[in-house]
């Protein structure tokens, strides 16, 4: 394995970890690049295909709906022990056949089943690989690194968006949509061929599998289903979290109103697109500023500051509607500006909290409880849009043209935005990004030590024993 004996401690024990765990961090960067690179290329075959705008949203819709039933597949992932490869075939399938049927002249259900399919596919995918990751971080993540693996995968998911987001209309432009639907098809290729090659992937692929059997077969009485995956994150340390990122995704939205406004100043699209850019900047420095000076920090105090940020950010909306700015790339700024800074601050909270997440899930429910997590945010961002909608609708912003009622809108959802902070107090106040939870294993005296159960003990003789598996597989 590489050496990096020219470097401080920390950063030998990062670069140790690399060569093994590198395919799930390709596969992370992947799924966000292979999210934005189709963007522009589905709206251009969309209208190619003479499409309407509420038919294109409505696509929009669907295609969200396989993150939303995220724990279902979570519940599969757990349930059905298949070969990491068999996984691998059935979403390639579907995802390859699903991109070439987008390329074609077709109809609008049979356009929204494909985009529904090709986001399907990604989902599983990405439901597969959480449950190793999260099996990695809960159990062979060291003390003085916690945080770290899950800090990397969010960097490379907002640089794979960010690469895309560059490259998605200058080839949309020069090849044209259907060239870049096509390469799409073949770019999940590599990261999946590289997962099934990792002997540490399979490894903790296997791991996962193993723990669920034997913890099933020492409680058969142990609830199952919907209940098993409910008391995932109903647990006191969890539920807090669970709530409180709910309710801050849940903030209401007023970007659709805050982009068709700043395009009536005149902003161009491509002024928009470098707003894109900005954005998933932002998302990567958050991660980098959590993982790098706050993993310290109390939750409690963490979430609580980063809420006062926010709403002071909704607040600074108030300058795009004043008398301030008189050209339009002004107005492109502030709209930047304001967006990168709501995207640092989401990041600083949700991050922590899967984090926590992560290693919380029991043994054997890695999938539903992690899936269903995220999917609890996913349902207050899909909420978020939808109050956002319905106040805006209600001040009727931007009919005939008319934004007079944009203050009263900025005024209403910035102070909606403090709501959150009623779940605060559910938040344990001694938990930050180093604290140890009672499903870890334990690999020092730092550690909390959970009450041994027969499934501890069966797992605890296994992971001991010199036959059964290489103790070099479980160092940190």
């Not at 290329?41 to 294109?56: C, F, G, K, P």
């Not at 985009?115 to 971080?137: E, H, N, R």
């Not at 709530?243 to 903030?251: G, V």
């Not at 105090?301 to 795009?320: D, G």
Request: net charge neutral; with cysteine.
């Amino acid at each position: 394995m590489p050496r990096c004996p020219t470097v401080p401690g920390r950063l030998r024990r990062a670069c140790a970890n690399w060569p093994d765990l590198w395919p799930a961090l390709l596969f992370y960067f992947s799924l966000s690049f292979l999210f934005e690179l189709p963007e522009l290329a589905l709206l251009q075959q969309s209208r190619d295909n003479e499409y309407t705008a509420t038919q294109y949203g409505v696509v929009g819709g669907l295609s969200a709906l396989p993150w939303v039933l995220k724990p279902v597949w979570g519940w599969m992932v757990d349930r059905y022990a298949l070969p990491l490869t068999a996984w691998c075939g059935v979403c390639y399938a579907v995802y390859a056949a699903a991109f070439y049927v987008l390329t074609l002249d077709i109809a609008i259900e049979v356009f929204a089943a494909a985009a529904t399919a090709v986001s399907w596919s990604l989902c599983f995918m990405d439901v597969i690989v959480d449950c190793v990751t999260v099996t990695y971080v809960r159990d062979h993540e060291s003390p003085q690194d916690s945080g770290t693996f899950q800090t990397r995968i969010w960097q490379l998911r907002a640089v794979g968006g960010l690469s895309a987001s560059l490259l998605g209309g200058v080839l949309t432009s020069h090849v044209g949509p259907n060239a870049v639907l096509l390469l799409c098809a073949g770019l999940l290729v590599p990261p999946q061929v590289a997962l099934c090659r990792s002997p540490r992937f399979v490894r903790l692929y296997h791991d996962k599998q193993r723990m669920q059997i034997r913890c099933a077969g020492a409680n058969p009485a142990a609830p199952s289903g919907a209940r098993s995956v409910l008391a995932g994150v109903c647990t006191p340390d969890l539920r807090g979290m669970v709530l409180f990122s709910f309710l801050i995704s849940a903030t209401p939205s007023i970007g659709g109103y805050l982009s068709y406004y700043v395009l009536e100043q005149g902003v161009t699209v491509m002024q928009l697109t470098i707003v894109d850019v900005v954005d998933y900047t932002a998302r990567l420095v958050g991660a980098t500023i959590w993982h790098r000076y706050l993993r310290g920090v109390s939750y409690r105090k963490l979430f609580a500051a980063c809420t006062v940020v926010i709403v002071a950010l909704k607040l600074a909306n108030f300058v795009l509607v004043s008398d301030w700015l008189s050209k339009n790339w002004h107005y492109a700024l502030v709209a930047g500006a304001d967006g990168a800074a709501l995207c640092l601050a989401s990041q600083v909270l949700v991050l922590p909290v899967m984090n926590y997440v992560a290693k919380s899930c029991e043994a054997g429910h890695e999938g539903r409880t992690y899936a269903l997590a995220i999917s609890i945010s996913n349902l207050g961002g899909a909420l978020s849009v939808l109050l956002g909608t319905a106040i805006g609708g209600s001040l009727k912003v931007g009919n005939g043209g008319d934004y007079s009622a944009m203050t009263a809108l900025i005024a209403i959802t910035a102070a909606l935005a403090l709501a959150p902070l009623l779940a605060l107090q559910l938040v344990p106040a001694n938990i930050t990004g180093y604290t140890r939870t009672e499903s870890q294993a334990q690999h020092g005296a730092d550690m909390v030590t959970p009450a041994p159960t027969a499934c501890d003990i069966e797992l605890t003789a296994t992971a001991h024993n010199p036959v059964a598996d290489d103790p070099d597989d479980y160092k940190a």
